[in-house]
């Protein structure tokens, strides 16, 4: 993990702190890729403070924040234990439900960093596969989960601006290190 970098699990002090986040590392991610507006909607519905007070109390889920030098906020991950669709037949499965950089720290090591420690906290549920959703206009993130031993397993719906896209499911084994 670069030294500068500190990941732990998210509190209900980092709740303002990862809707800035959130809502500007999405703006950030898509905003070559889909409608302004559409991109305004789903951020003013998804990363509010009242979602992600309830992420941090969920027990069915962990919130890692990635923070930077003094404290700044610069990543976020969400594990969650979900349903998985049928596709994914891996053992013991857990659902990487979101993972986010600001695009100001992307190939400094942060985003390793942070896998790492969403397969730390897999490992310690007892979950030996990951499996995501991605969107299949995201290439950089399909490389970066590419890197990480993901593959295609199958797709799931995802609404987003009125449109039902088939984004597709990756997974992963959890490596053992």
Aim: net charge negative; hydrophobic share 40%; with cysteine.
């Amino acid at each position: 993990m670069p030294t500068e970098l500190s990941i732990r699990p998210a509190t209900l002090h980092d709740v303002p702190h990862l809707v800035e986040l959130a809502t500007n590392t999405f703006r950030d991610t898509y905003r070559l890729l889909d409608d302004p507006d559409d991109i305004e909607a789903y951020v003013a519905e998804a990363f509010t403070a009242d979602n992600f007070t309830a992420l941090v109390q969920d027990p069915s889920s962990v919130l890692l924040v990635a923070l930077a030098g003094e404290g700044q906020y610069v990543g976020y991950a969400h594990i969650a234990h979900t349903q998985p669709p049928p596709c994914v037949t891996g053992p013991a499965p857990v659902e990487l439900s979101r993972l986010y950089l600001s695009e100001s720290v992307i190939g400094n090591g942060y985003g390793a960093a942070l896998m790492q420690a969403v397969h730390a906290v897999a490992r310690r549920a007892g979950c030996q596969t990951v499996w995501l959703g991605v969107y299949d206009r995201n290439e950089r993130a399909r490389k970066f989960y590419t890197r990480w031993g993901f593959v295609d397993v199958g797709t799931k719906d995802f609404l987003f601006g009125g449109k039902l896209y088939a984004d597709p499911i990756m997974a992963a084994a959890v490596p053992d290190f």
